[in-house]
């Protein structure tokens, strides 16, 4: 018993070492989305950024993210516009208060040397697997995350279909973790 015991200590203590679990810091991220409006890129931000990160600084293939932003917050500069995106025909931010991601996932690509990540995207209530790459820069506070990924607004439910608006949103990460 004590043997076990010593066991998962050690163990618990190689893991504490080797991956820490970070917050994201939603002032000094940046989750920025671009979509053709009419032709012209129109792009907005979201913020309220939380959850949890674990990061493997000598191997991203134990690293986790966990994390939501908050539907509510969508901004493109033109109040009406995102008054109209909050509503339920776009986000439901009343119904679905929350984006969510978690990982299910996360391995090193041999051909391009980059760190990729799969995972859970939910928008309301719809959860769709996404894969993306993604590098981590280490700070003096933590680490500094970048990605980028498109997805299909309509797999999501968001919008109908629309000779003015596109289907196609890309979405790019640059996310502040921190403990």
Known sequence: MIRISLLVSCFMLFMQVNAQIFHPDDAASHIRFTIKNFGINTSGTLKGLQGEMIINEQDCTKDYFNVTVEAATVNTGINARDQHLRASDYFDVEKFPELHFISTNVYKNLTDGMCWVT?????????????????????????????????????????????????????????????
Request: net charge positive; aromatic share 10%.
């Open 119 to 179: 995972g859970k995207l939910t928008i309301k209530g719809v959860s769709k697997t996404i894969n993306f790459p993604f590098k981590v820069e280490a700070t003096s506070i933590g680490y500094r995350l970048q990605g980028q990924f498109t997805i299909n607004r309509l797999d999501f439910g968001v919008g109908s279909s629309s000779w003015v608006l596109a289907n196609t949103v890309l979405v790019q990460l640059n996310v502040m973790a921190v403990k």
